[in-house]
Each structure stands twice: as C-alpha cells, then as structure tokens.
C-alpha cells in the first residue's frame, strides 16, 4: 500500500482543526499522509539510570541510549495511526487514536504497557508552528490511573529544523526518578 494524502478526518488535522494548516509543509505532510509510509533520519537518545527510569523505559520500551540512525514506519488509516520506530536494532512500536468519552479531545498513544493522553496545541516555534504534546492522562495496563501531574516534565514537540527537515524533540521526566529518556532528531519526508 502506497501512502496518499488523507482528508481532514485523518488523525491530527481532526484533533488540531483549522490551526493545522498553520504548520510548517514536512509536519503536515507527516500527518496527512493515509496508507503507510517509511521515513529516515538521525536521532540521538539518553536515557535516565535511575531504578524507576530503567523499568519505565522497559514498559513503555523506549528506544535505547545513543546516536545514529533512524527508521519510522506509519501506517494511517481510519482516523488511527500505528508507529514503528526503529532505533539501534530496537523497535519501538505505539499505536495512536482520537479520545472518546473522558478522553475526547485528547491524542490517545499506546507505548507498551501504558496507554497515554496527550493535549495537543499548535505554537510559535523558531522555524514556524510547532505541535506541542503534553499528558494530560496516563493508564497502566489501559486500567490503573496515575496522577497526571507525576507527568508535567513528559513533553514532545514536531517542528521543523533550519534546514527545514521534519524534527522530534521527547523529553520525559518522572519526581524523583528524574530523566527516562531524552530522544531528537530528524526525519527526510518529502
């Protein structure tokens, strides 16, 4: 299956309305694109050594520490988005969908064993709108609830960089625990 632009009922454009359009042309392309697609970059990861970080990392599998490539398969179709990053010979895979019922209006993300709800806004960024993702909800096992405040240093940005590349910046950060993981990079969409 080759990917195609989707309508505005595909994922993002629904949940971030008309201040889509506002976003640089690589992060909307990202976005609205329906079918699967394969893209390509760099990225660079740190990762926390605290106790707590290590088995949170292990449960939501976030990628390992370190630098080099990086390789990101979507699949989009029906309004939900499957994601598979694959970094330093790990996978990485989440599953993404719009919030209903409490979590209406909220992106919805699956990593491992817990399941994620993210506020979304459109922001000035250096080089034009960006998407700033922020947890507003967080289940474990998609049952147990925990305080969302234990996740205000969680946060991820979409931009694009001064070379005008699709750019990723997830900095995850837990009271006491403190760095899980750190992750930027780049990704060629075109």
């Known amino acids: 299956m080759s990917p195609r632009t989707a309508g505005p009922d595909a994922l993002f454009p629904a949940l971030l309305g008309e201040a889509f359009d506002a976003l640089p042309a690589p992060v909307r392309r990202l976005h609205r ?6 893209y390509a970059g760099e990225v660079q990861v740190d990762r926390g050594r605290h106790p707590v970080s290590r088995c949170c990392a292990w449960a939501t599998r976030l990628p ?3 630098a080099g490539p990086l390789r990101v398969e979507i699949v989009a ?3 939900r988005e499957a994601w598979t990053r694959h970094v330093g010979g790990r996978a990485m895979p989440s599953r ?4 209903r019922g409490a979590l209406a209006g909220l992106l ?4 491992g064993l817990v399941v994620f709800g993210f506020a979304l806004t459109v922001e000035p960024g250096l080089h034009g709108a960006r998407i700033v993702w922020r947890v507003r909800r967080l289940r474990v096992f998609g049952l147990l609830p925990l305080p969302a405040g234990w ?3 969680v946060e991820a940005v979409e931009s694009v960089d001064a070379l005008g590349r699709y750019h990723f910046d997830v900095r995850a950060a837990l009271p006491l625990a403190g760095l899980l993981v750190h992750y930027r990079g780049w ?3 075109t």
């Open 33 to 38: 694109r329906e079918g699967a697609a394969r």
């Open 77 to 79: 179709a029906d309004g």
């Open 108 to 111: 919805c993300e699956r990593l």
């Open 187 to 189: 990704l060629e969409v």
């Open 96 to 99: 993404l969908w719009a919030g």
């Open 64 to 66: 390992p520490a370190g």
């Open 151 to 153: 996740f205000a240093d």
